[in-house]
């Protein structure tokens, strides 16, 4: 059904009755969606910064962050992330990974995994997202060694996309998550670029992370210059002197951040920050 703003909807007033009941049954999001004209998008959170509660009460810790506000939880690969603080989430049924996120009130379309499972390990771990009801499967960067050439980033970018392919096939997107080490130079080349001109556009979709505002970088500039190459992005807020702030408090203008992001093609936004910034980061955002 086509949307309507208010003044869309005062003009055609004299709608007949048929139509306004139609209108009367369309859902109460959508709805609001049209006549305040705001981008009503969930707000998501990251789980690798609270990782440590989530280990010692999962279903507790979902239900807080629900509490703030949050609708959308991006998880860490519990194998893949076993040996840095999801080790006690490994002999978890994901069955039951995703009831309790449910039943917290959130939803899960995103999860981080390390480059390894999705080369070595892909029917599995594409297995697992499909039980946890996932929608994206994000590459949490290629951690190559500092040695690596731009060659290396070009060949681990080429078996991504090899990956991305089967995920596709799964009816799910694959997507590369961005760190500090994206955003060095590789024989005059900023490795990023050199990424986005070697990833498939269609199999391997970007998220970025607005850390890199602290060495110059700011997403705005490329979602715009990239549109529709990105689906999600994790989201943090810094001060001049790279002190990390609860969003809205720090360097980064997010109304043209968030406009921007509707021509990158970005679907979720994850925040990614310490535990005592996620309260005011949400309020912030539903705020805008």
Not at 59 to 73: E, P, S
């Amino acid at each position: 059904m086509k949307k309507m703003n208010r003044r869309n909807f005062v003009a055609q007033s004299a709608m007949s009755l048929s139509a306004v009941f139609a209108l009367s049954q369309l859902p109460l999001r959508s709805f609001s969606h049209t006549i305040t004209g705001s981008t009503d998008l969930p707000i998501g959170f990251q789980t690798f910064p609270i990782r440590d509660m989530l280990a010692k009460d999962f279903a507790g810790t979902l239900k807080t962050m629900a509490g703030m506000g949050y609708r959308l939880v991006e998880m860490c690969s519990p194998q893949g992330y076993a040996s840095i603080g999801f080790g006690p989430l490994v002999k978890m049924k994901t069955s039951d990974m995703r009831s309790i996120i449910n039943d917290a009130g959130l939803s899960c379309p995103s999860c981080h995994f390390g480059f390894g499972e999705l080369t070595d390990k892909l029917d599995d771990r594409i297995e697992f997202a499909q039980q946890l009801g996932l929608t994206q499967m994000i590459c949490s960067t290629f951690w190559l060694p500092k040695t690596a050439v731009l060659k290396d980033y070009y060949d681990a970018a080429d078996k991504l996309n090899k990956a991305a392919e089967k995920i596709k096939q799964a009816g799910m997107q694959a997507g590369f998550h961005n760190h500090d080490m994206e955003f060095a130079k590789l024989d005059g080349q900023l490795i990023y670029e050199a990424l986005m001109s070697r990833f498939d556009p269609d199999l391997v979709k970007m998220q970025f992370q607005t850390e890199v505002i602290n060495l110059g970088y700011k997403a705005s500039s490329y979602f715009t210059k990239y549109p529709g190459r990105f689906i999600s992005s994790h989201l943090s807020d810094w001060t001049a002197d790279k002190k990390q702030v609860p969003i809205g408090k720090g360097v980064i203008d997010w109304k043209e951040f968030f406009a921007a992001a509707k021509t990158g093609g970005v679907k979720n936004f994850f925040v990614d920050m310490d535990f005592d910034r996620f309260k005011d980061s949400a309020a912030y955002i539903q705020g805008l």
